[in-house]
């Protein structure tokens, strides 16, 4: 798919390393959870990225961890508002069923930035039944979602009001319904690991959805 030329609106940085970028988004249209390629203009090298802003949005938004010695969010970091990216896509089917979404119950599983899909869910689908398991490293990485449809699962912190672990070790201490369906985001070996932990609480293998996005 040919890029096209976006002008960035306004970069967001919530931690040093984890920043939002908002660019225009013309007459694109995607479906909730899908992926793009972007890169500042004339680099010659992209990357793939969720989106995180919802189908209705006027903008394009992604959320983007800085990757030591990484070309592409180097380049991004330093770009400004009024610079232009190239962006293509949409790609990828990780999204939700709409003919579920009024109907199911939706457990989003993430680490990281990885948790940029499932506000793109949020945001498009506001009646959802959902809860989120959000890994991070350190309390500040922490999504910013109600309490009582988040667990953060921090996990170099030294103290934390959070659940102080592995996302993985909080999903062995809590019970799954049956007729959940599980969407998984993040690095291989968490989702490696948080789908067995789902299929040994009964959960069946075609309610697990997996996107390893890094």
């Given amino acids: 798919?040919?890029?096209?030329?976006?002008?960035?609106?306004?970069i967001n940085f919530l931690t040093e390393s984890i920043y939002l970028f908002r660019a225009e988004k013309q007459a694109v249209t995607?479906?909730?959870?899908?992926?793009?390629?972007?890169?500042?203009?004339?680099?010659?090298?992209?990357?793939?990225?969720s989106?995180?802003?919802?189908?209705?949005?006027?903008?394009l938004e992604f959320l983007i961890k800085i990757v030591e010695g990484g070309i592409v969010t180097s380049a991004l970091k330093k770009s400004k508002i009024g610079d232009s990216l190239e962006i293509a896509g949409p790609y990828g089917e990780f999204c939700l069923d709409k003919k579920k979404v009024a109907s199911s119950k939706y457990l989003f599983i993430a680490t990281g930035t990885g948790i940029a899909p499932f506000n793109s869910f949020i945001k498009t689908f506001p009646q959802l039944d959902y809860q989120i398991i959000h890994g991070i490293r350190y309390d500040k990485e922490k999504y910013?979602?109600?309490?009582?449809?988040?667990?953060a699962c921090v996990s170099r912190e030294k103290t934390t009001k959070h659940f102080k672990g592995r996302l993985t070790d909080?999903?062995?201490?809590?019970?799954?319904?049956?007729?959940?369906?599980?969407?998984?985001?993040?690095?291989?070996?968490m989702i490696i690991d948080a789908y067995d932990i789902l299929r040994q609480q009964d959960i069946n293998g075609d309610n697990i959805i997996t996107?390893?996005?890094f």
Avoid: W
């Fill in 1 to 10: 798919m040919q890029s096209a030329i976006h002008k960035i609106l306004d």
């Fill in 30 to 49: 995607f479906k909730a959870g899908q992926c793009f390629s972007l890169a500042p203009v004339g680099l010659g090298i992209n990357r793939e990225y």
């Fill in 51 to 59: 989106i995180y802003s919802g189908e209705n949005d006027t903008y």
């Fill in 144 to 151: 910013p979602e109600e309490d009582n449809k988040y667990t």
């Fill in 170 to 189: 909080y999903l062995t201490q809590i019970e799954i319904p049956s007729d959940t369906i599980c969407y998984l985001c993040g690095n291989r070996a």
């Fill in 211 to 213: 996107e390893v996005f």
